[in-house]
Protein backbone atom coordinates (compact mmCIF):
# COMPACT_ATOMS: atom_id res chain seq x y z
CA UNK A 1 0.00 0.00 0.00
CA UNK A 2 1.56 3.20 -0.99
CA UNK A 3 1.72 5.92 2.09
CA UNK A 4 -1.29 8.77 1.04
CA UNK A 5 -0.50 12.61 1.37
CA UNK A 6 -4.29 12.93 2.72
CA UNK A 7 -5.05 12.01 6.44
CA UNK A 8 -8.38 10.81 7.33
CA UNK A 9 -11.09 13.73 8.75
CA UNK A 10 -14.38 13.05 10.60
CA UNK A 11 -17.00 15.43 10.59
CA UNK A 12 -20.55 15.51 11.03
CA UNK A 13 -22.94 16.96 8.15
CA UNK A 14 -27.20 17.76 7.87
CA UNK A 15 -28.52 15.19 6.48
CA UNK A 16 -29.39 17.22 3.28
CA UNK A 17 -26.01 18.10 2.83
CA UNK A 18 -24.77 14.72 2.52
CA UNK A 19 -27.60 14.34 0.32
CA UNK A 20 -26.02 17.27 -1.67
CA UNK A 21 -22.41 16.45 -1.84
CA UNK A 22 -23.65 12.67 -3.03
CA UNK A 23 -25.42 14.12 -5.93
CA UNK A 24 -22.72 16.69 -7.15
CA UNK A 25 -20.14 13.91 -6.82
CA UNK A 26 -21.81 11.95 -8.78
CA UNK A 27 -22.85 14.25 -11.61
CA UNK A 28 -19.20 15.13 -11.89
CA UNK A 29 -17.79 12.03 -11.26
CA UNK A 30 -15.18 13.18 -8.21
CA UNK A 31 -15.28 11.88 -5.31
CA UNK A 32 -17.27 13.57 -1.76
CA UNK A 33 -13.42 14.10 -0.36
CA UNK A 34 -12.06 15.93 -3.06
CA UNK A 35 -15.50 18.31 -3.46
CA UNK A 36 -14.70 18.98 0.23
CA UNK A 37 -11.10 19.38 -0.38
CA UNK A 38 -11.97 22.06 -2.97
CA UNK A 39 -14.50 23.90 -0.76
CA UNK A 40 -12.03 24.17 1.90
CA UNK A 41 -9.07 25.25 -0.55
CA UNK A 42 -11.79 28.05 -1.55
CA UNK A 43 -13.36 28.85 1.74
CA UNK A 44 -9.28 29.23 3.14
CA UNK A 45 -8.20 31.66 0.16
CA UNK A 46 -10.75 34.00 0.66
CA UNK A 47 -8.15 36.09 2.39
CA UNK A 48 -5.77 36.65 -0.34
CA UNK A 49 -7.29 38.29 -3.42
CA UNK A 50 -4.80 37.22 -5.53
CA UNK A 51 -5.02 33.44 -5.18
CA UNK A 52 -9.41 34.12 -4.52
CA UNK A 53 -9.30 35.76 -8.28
CA UNK A 54 -6.93 33.26 -9.60
CA UNK A 55 -9.22 30.25 -8.36
CA UNK A 56 -12.45 32.38 -9.66
CA UNK A 57 -10.88 32.33 -13.02
CA UNK A 58 -10.56 28.13 -13.12
CA UNK A 59 -14.30 27.94 -11.94
CA UNK A 60 -14.77 30.30 -14.88
CA UNK A 61 -12.98 28.17 -17.26
CA UNK A 62 -14.86 25.10 -15.78
CA UNK A 63 -17.67 26.37 -16.52
CA UNK A 64 -17.38 27.73 -19.90
CA UNK A 65 -15.82 24.14 -20.77
CA UNK A 66 -19.31 22.73 -19.71
CA UNK A 67 -21.01 24.32 -22.05
CA UNK A 68 -18.89 23.72 -25.26
CA UNK A 69 -21.27 21.14 -27.33
CA UNK A 70 -17.23 19.62 -28.08
CA UNK A 71 -16.41 19.07 -24.47
CA UNK A 72 -19.94 16.86 -24.10
CA UNK A 73 -18.34 14.02 -26.18
CA UNK A 74 -18.32 10.98 -23.81
CA UNK A 75 -15.25 8.00 -24.36
CA UNK A 76 -16.10 4.27 -23.77
CA UNK A 77 -15.76 5.23 -19.89
CA UNK A 78 -18.84 7.12 -19.99
CA UNK A 79 -16.33 10.61 -18.96
CA UNK A 80 -17.03 13.29 -20.90
CA UNK A 81 -14.04 15.41 -22.22
CA UNK A 82 -15.33 18.74 -20.16
CA UNK A 83 -15.24 16.45 -16.85
CA UNK A 84 -11.22 15.05 -17.78
CA UNK A 85 -10.76 18.59 -18.44
CA UNK A 86 -12.51 19.55 -15.31
CA UNK A 87 -10.13 17.00 -13.16
CA UNK A 88 -6.87 18.86 -14.64
CA UNK A 89 -8.24 22.50 -14.21
CA UNK A 90 -9.06 21.71 -10.60
CA UNK A 91 -5.42 20.22 -9.64
CA UNK A 92 -3.99 24.20 -10.72
CA UNK A 93 -6.05 25.55 -8.36
CA UNK A 94 -4.37 27.56 -5.68
CA UNK A 95 -4.30 27.38 -1.78
CA UNK A 96 -2.75 30.18 0.48
CA UNK A 97 0.17 27.91 0.80
CA UNK A 98 0.62 27.75 -2.60
CA UNK A 99 1.37 31.21 -3.05
CA UNK A 100 2.81 32.04 0.82
CA UNK A 101 5.93 28.86 -0.86
CA UNK A 102 5.23 26.35 1.82
Same mark, same amino acid.
Given at each position: ??????????????????????????????? *? !??? $???? @??? %?????????????????????????????????????? *? !??? $???? @??? %???????????
Amino acid at each position: MTPSKYKAVMTYLEPKDISDLKKYSKKYRVT *M !AQV $IREA @LSS %KFSQGDPFTAGYNAGIEACIANIYEMQAAQLRFPSGTS *M !AEL $IELE @LVK %KKMTNETTNGQ
